[in-house]
C-alpha cells in the first residue's frame, strides 16, 4: 500500500477448489482447521489503517457461522510506529487477543518474519497455513526510492523492508515443495508480478496480488472472514475470495481507479516461465534484424501496454517500470507483420495461454490515467488472460521520444540491480541480488539486449 490518499495508495462469484483446482494437486483439499497469518506492519504512515483493518477482522469473525469460526485461527503480528508497540494477537468473534507482547522488531528482518510463522505453527497447529504480508509494496519502484525494489514491509523505525529472496528465505525455513503453505497473500502495491510469484512458486500453493496500486485500507476483511468456510475450502477458494470481495469493495467505494486483484495458480509458474523464455527469444531474434531501431520496437511494444504506477519523477522521468504481461501480448499479436513477425504473435499466444492456466480469477477496474489504459475485466483466468505483470523498464525519458542514450545502459544497472544480478547494500537493507526469475527466463535476456548498447536516436 501506498498511502498516497484513500484513492491512490499502495496497500462476487466464486467457487471451491474442485470446481478450479490448483492443478489437481491432492494436497490442497478443503481443511478443518486453517491457521490465517497476517503480518502486519505498521511501522509506518499506515497505522491508521492497520486498526481499521484489525477492526474489519472482528467484524468478519463475528458474522462468519460459530462453526467455521472455531476453524479459523486468525494470528497477526502487529508493530506500529511507537517504540515497543510490536504483538501478537488472535482475533476472534470476542474481539482482539494479546497473545505475545514483544521487544520492538524489525518487520524488515526476514528473521522477524520466520519467527512468526513458527510461533503460528507450534500454537497454532492446522491443516492449512495462509499468510497475509500487510504494508506497502514496491513492485515498480519509484525513481526517487531506487534501489529498494521488489520489497515489501517497510519499517520506518529500523530503515528496512523485505526484499523478495529475503521472503522467500524466511519461508523456506518452515516451508517446501513437499509441504507448501495455502495461500501467500500480498495486502499492499505492485506485488501481482511474475517475478514475485516465480521467487515464491515451491512455498505456497496459491498467491493473491494486485498489479497495480491498492488504496491505504487494502483487502476487504471483513468481507472475507465472514465468508469463512471459502477459506476452508481450499487454497484457490481463498484467493478468489481475496479477488471477489476486492471487487465488490472497489465498487462499491473506489470505482474508475484501475485498481486490479488476482489469484495465481502458482504450480503453473514453471510453464508460463517456459511460455515467456520462447517470446523473449523470438522479440529479440526480431529486434536483433532490426538494426538501429531494434530499441524503438521494443519500446512502442512497451508503451502500448497497460502498465502501472506512472511516476513522472522529474529526475528520471522513468515511468511504468511494470507492464501487463497479458496486455503487452495483446499488443505483439496486434501488431503482427508490422514491428514484429508473426512467429512474435505466435509465441504471445502461447503466452496467453500460460497466463490464462496460471491465473485463477482476476480483477481490473476501469481506469484513469493511473494505469493505461485500463480495460475493464473480471473472470476466470482462462477468460480474462490478465492479472500479472512483468518488468519492461522504460529507459530515461523526457517525452516525445526524447531519451537519453548516453546513460541508459547505466541507468539500468544501476537502479535495476534485483534485474541485472549485480548486489547492492544500502544501509540496513542489507543485500538484493537476481531474483529466481532473471536467473532463469531469457526474458532478462532480452531486456539486457535492449539496453545492452548506445542506441542512435530515432525519429518516428
Same mark, same amino acid.
Given at each position: 500500500?501506498?498511502f498516497?490518499?484513500?484513492?491512490?495508495?499502495?496497500?462476487?462469484?466464486g467457487g471451491?477448489?474442485?470446481?478450479?483446482?490448483?492443478?489437481?494437486d491432492?494436497?490442497?483439499p478443503?481443511?478443518?482447521?486453517?491457521?490465517l497469518?497476517?503480518?502486519?506492519?505498521a511501522?509506518n504512515?499506515l497505522?491508521?489503517?492497520?486498526?481499521?483493518?484489525m477492526?474489519?477482522?472482528?467484524?468478519?469473525?463475528?458474522?462468519v457461522?460459530s462453526?467455521?469460526?472455531s476453524?479459523?485461527?486468525?494470528?497477526?503480528q502487529y508493530?506500529?510506529?511507537?517504540s515497543g508497540d510490536?504483538r501478537?494477537?488472535?482475533?476472534?468473534p470476542?474481539?482482539?487477543?494479546?497473545l505475545?507482547?514483544?521487544a520492538?522488531?524489525?518487520?524488515g528482518?526476514?528473521?522477524?518474519?520466520?519467527?512468526f510463522i513458527?510461533?503460528?505453527?507450534?500454537?497454532?497447529p492446522a491443516d492449512?497455513?495462509?499468510?497475509?504480508?500487510?504494508?506497502?509494496?514496491?513492485?515498480a519502484?519509484?525513481a526517487l526510492?531506487?534501489p529498494d525494489?521488489?520489497a515489501i514491509s517497510v519499517d520506518?523505525?529500523s530503515?528496512?523492508?523485505?526484499?523478495?529472496n529475503e521472503v522467500?528465505?524466511a519461508?523456506?525455513?518452515q516451508?517446501?515443495p513437499?509441504?507448501?503453505m495455502g495461500?501467500?497473500?500480498?495486502?499492499a502495491?505492485l506485488?501481482g508480478?511474475? &517475478?514475485?510469484?516465480y521467487e @515464491?512458486r515451491?512455498?505456497?500453493r496459491t498467491?493473491?496480488? =494486485?498489479?497495480? *496500486? /491498492?488504496q491505504?485500507?487494502?483487502?476487504?476483511?471483513?468481507?472475507?472472514?465472514e465468508?469463512?468456510?471459502?477459506?476452508?475450502a481450499?487454497?484457490?477458494?481463498?484467493?478468489?475470495l481475496?479477488?471477489?470481495?476486492?471487487?465488490?469493495?472497489?465498487?462499491?467505494n473506489?470505482s474508475?481507479?484501475?485498481?486490479?486483484?488476482?489469484?495465481?495458480?502458482l504450480?503453473r509458474l514453471?510453464?508460463?516461465?517456459?511460455?515467456?523464455?520462447g517470446?523473449?527469444d523470438v522479440?529479440?531474434?526480431?529486434?536483433?534484424?532490426?538494426?538501429?531501431?531494434?530499441?524503438y520496437?521494443? &519500446?512502442?511494444a512497451?508503451a @502500448?501496454?497497460e502498465?502501472?504506477?506512472?511516476d513522472?519523477? =522529474?529526475?528520471? *522521468? /522513468?515511468?511504468?517500470?511494470?507492464?501487463?504481461?497479458g496486455d503487452?501480448c495483446n499488443?505483439l499479436?496486434a501488431?503482427?507483420?508490422h514491428?514484429?513477425?508473426d512467429?512474435?504473435?505466435?509465441?504471445a499466444?502461447?503466452?496467453r495461454?500460460a497466463l490464462g492456466q496460471?491465473v485463477?480469477?482476476?480483477?481490473?477496474d476501469?481506469g484513469n490515467?493511473?494505469?493505461?489504459?485500463?480495460t475493464a475485466?473480471f473472470g476466470?483466468g482462462?477468460?480474462v488472460?490478465?492479472?500479472l505483470?512483468?518488468?519492461?523498464?522504460?529507459p530515461?525519458?523526457s517525452g516525445?521520444y526524447?531519451?537519453?542514450?548516453a546513460?541508459?545502459?547505466?541507468y539500468?544497472?544501476a537502479?535495476n540491480g534485483?534485474?541485472?544480478?549485480?548486489?547492492?547494500n544500502e544501509?540496513?537493507?542489507?543485500?538484493?541480488?537476481?531474483?529466481?526469475?532473471?536467473?532463469?527466463?531469457?526474458?532478462?535476456?532480452?531486456?539486457?539486449?535492449?539496453?545492452a548498447s548506445?542506441?542512435?536516436?530515432?525519429?518516428?
Open positions: 500500500m501506498l498516497l490518499s484513500p484513492l491512490t495508495a499502495c496497500n462476487s462469484g471451491d477448489d474442485d470446481k478450479n483446482p490448483v492443478s489437481g491432492p494436497l490442497d478443503s481443511a478443518s482447521a486453517v491457521t497469518m497476517i503480518f502486519l506492519n511501522d504512515n497505522d491508521f489503517f492497520a486498526e481499521q483493518d477492526q474489519e477482522m472482528i467484524r468478519g469473525m463475528q458474522n457461522p462453526a467455521t469460526a476453524s479459523l485461527a486468525v494470528i497477526v508493530d506500529g510506529p511507537s510490536t501478537i494477537y488472535r482475533i476472534t470476542s474481539g482482539r487477543t494479546t505475545e507482547t514483544l520492538e522488531r524489525n518487520m528482518d526476514p528473521e522477524t518474519l520466520g519467527d513458527r510461533y503460528c505453527r507450534e500454537n497454532y492449512r497455513y495462509d499468510l497475509v504480508l500487510w504494508d506497502h509494496g514496491d513492485g519502484r519509484s526510492r531506487a525494489a521488489k520506518d523505525s530503515n528496512d523492508a523485505l526484499l523478495m522467500q528465505e519461508l523456506s525455513g516451508f517446501g513437499a509441504n507448501p495461500l501467500i497473500g500480498f495486502d502495491c506485488m508480478t511474475i &517475478e514475485v510469484a @515464491l515451491e512455498y505456497a498467491m493473491a496480488a =494486485s498489479m497495480h *496500486l /491498492e491505504a485500507n487494502g483487502w476487504d476483511y471483513e468481507g472475507i472472514l465468508n469463512g468456510e471459502r477459506i476452508l481450499g487454497s484457490a477458494s481463498f484467493a478468489e481475496v479477488v471477489d470481495t476486492y471487487r465488490d469493495w472497489i465498487q462499491d473506489y474508475g481507479q484501475g485498481q486490479t486483484m488476482a489469484a495465481i495458480d504450480s514453471d510453464e508460463l516461465r517456459i511460455a515467456v523464455d517470446l523473449a522479440m529479440r531474434t526480431n529486434l536483433s534484424s532490426s538494426g538501429a531501431d531494434h530499441w520496437a521494443a &519500446e512502442r512497451r @502500448l501496454s502498465r502501472y504506477y506512472i513522472n519523477s =522529474s529526475l528520471f *522521468l /522513468e515511468s511504468s517500470t511494470y507492464i501487463d504481461l503487452l499488443v499479436i501488431d503482427s507483420g514491428l514484429f513477425t512467429e512474435a504473435s505466435t509465441a499466444a502461447q503466452v495461454t496460471a485463477i480469477k482476476a480483477f481490473g476501469s490515467d493511473m494505469a493505461i489504459p485500463a475485466y476466470a482462462p477468460a488472460r490478465r492479472g505483470s512483468i518488468f519492461f523498464q522504460q530515461p525519458y516525445n526524447d531519451y537519453d542514450f546513460n541508459w545502459k547505466q539500468y544497472e537502479y534485483w534485474y541485472t544480478g549485480s548486489v547492492y544501509g540496513s537493507w542489507g543485500s538484493g541480488g537476481q531474483l529466481d526469475f532473471c536467473r532463469d527466463s531469457a526474458w532478462k535476456t532480452l531486456v539486457d539486449y535492449v539496453f548506445n542506441h542512435p536516436g530515432y525519429a518516428p
